[in-house]
């Protein structure tokens, strides 16, 4: 396992630090948005660094691809409903996998 570096949590930070501040005067649908945004960009680096495991018991690639798609909703008219439902589902997911491991 590579190690993570001090940059790249910079980075990671950085990122989200900015995505708060922009919320302050953005549209209410920016907040999922910018989460799941950084969600992906924390799962890419923590993939980069040897964290993940590709053939690993959770197979994170669908959750990722999920989560974009719903990124991309979020930005839609009228999207809260259709959003909070995939998000629900993809939250259920989760906690499948988070039991296997109990």
């Known amino acids: 396992m590579s190690?993570?570096?001090q940059k790249e949590v910079l980075k990671l930070i950085s990122h989200?630090?900015?995505?708060?501040?922009g919320l302050i005067y953005e549209p209410k649908s920016y907040?999922?948005?910018r989460l799941i945004d950084s969600i992906i960009k924390l799962y890419q680096t923590l993939e980069e660094a040897d964290v993940i495991?590709?053939?690993g018991e959770t197979d994170f690639d669908e959750i990722i691809s999920e989560l974009e798609a719903v990124k991309r909703d979020c930005?839609?008219?009228d999207c809260q409903?259709?959003?909070a439902e995939k998000l629900?589902?993809?939250?259920?997911k989760l906690v499948v996998e988070l039991n296997k491991e109990i």
């Open 3 to 5: 190690e993570l570096s």
């Open 16 to 21: 989200m630090t900015s995505s708060a501040r």
């Open 88 to 92: 629900d589902a993809i939250i259920n």
């Open 81 to 83: 409903e259709d959003c």
């Open 75 to 77: 930005l839609e008219e």
């Open 31 to 33: 907040g999922p948005f």
């Open 53 to 55: 495991k590709e053939n």
